[in-house]
């Protein structure tokens, strides 16, 4: 019975198979941009439906981030119920299709992933080679095609039970904070209402966090088993009964490195705006943050890849592990 990699190794061997499938980072990094992109649609045309029909100052609109414009257009658009439902419906199918395209590029990208771990070898052991680079990488144009191809319908399926948690979520985070919003009368009430919703966002935090950790394993399994969402839903809870420490470990490590990387973004992105203040320097400012902006994408792409090669190795171990036809047989490839 073959041990259990270490965490250093596991995650050695998933950002070793991440860095020689490069291109599944680009992939990955254009989908999630393009859905962004397709997003500020809607909310540009919300923004010119309040200017033209509200009369209102198109600057105060724009301020702040996504989140806040999107907040600003919808209380303004409250005072013509017509307007607000032709943004909310374009909103909407703005969000379905774009995230369809992402969950469909995902497949792909997971199918040669997975395909890609698997042929690896033991590319982890020192000394690193360039063959074992060339070996671990799968990733091509039909192999990535034929995962979409393969795994699309079930991917949409589970994007689906995604936005339908990511929908319940955020109408109970909105309605608590209505409640208590309207419920503040008094300084007392409003202070310990404050510190009640700044409770909430974290929880909010954690739990948006562990849904998209499990949907990351979820999607693994699927690819790996070639089940449906809910065959891939049971061998997740199983998996993790079997080798949690090893899980979280590595999900620990990933998630460390998201919050340092979100940070150097932070101070990247404030000294960035202390620049921009310099006349001469200004000039300069726009392509260091598009430049910024693609090194934190790439990072982050990066980083996930990494943590999907890294729990590749632990599930093909436990199914190694597993007693015959506990997981149809599968074993360590």
Known sequence: MPEAPGLKIALK??????????????????????????????????????????????????????????????????????????????????LLGGSALTFAVKAGTVAVLVDAEAAAGAIERPPLRLQALRRANRAGIEPF????????????????????????????????????????????????????????????????????????????????????????VVRVVRFLRSSLPEVAGVFGVVFVLVILATIASILGTAGLGLISFVPVAALLALPLQVAAWLLRGFVFQYLALTALGAYLTQYRLHLHDAPMGADRGHRLA
Not at 55 to 66: K, Q, S, T
Not at 168 to 193: E, F, R
């Open 13 to 94: 061997r998933g950002a070793l198979v991440a860095g020689a499938n490069w291109p599944l980072v680009a992939v990955q990094f254009i989908a999630d941009s393009t859905l962004k992109v397709l997003l500020a649609v809607p909310v540009l045309g919300g923004i010119f439906l309040v200017a033209l029909l509200l009369d209102a100052d198109v600057e105060l609109l724009l301020a702040g981030d996504i989140r806040d414009v999107v907040g600003t257009i919808l209380a303004a658009l409250r005072e013509n119920p017509a307007a607000l439902t032709f943004f909310l419906g374009a909103f909407l199918i703005v």
């Open 145 to 232: 095609l034929e995962g979409c191809r393969r795994l699309w319908s079930r991917y949409l399926k589970l994007g689906a039970c995604l936005l339908v948690v990511y929908g319940a979520t955020a109408a109970v985070y909105l309605g608590l904070l209505i409640q208590g919003y309207a419920a503040a009368d008094n300084i007392g009430v409003l202070l310990g209402w404050t510190l009640a919703a700044a409770g909430a966002s974290s929880v909010l935090l954690v739990w948006i966090t562990l849904v998209n950790f499990f949907y990351l394993l979820t999607q693994m399994v699927m690819a790996v088993d070639d089940v449906g969402v809910r065959t891939a």
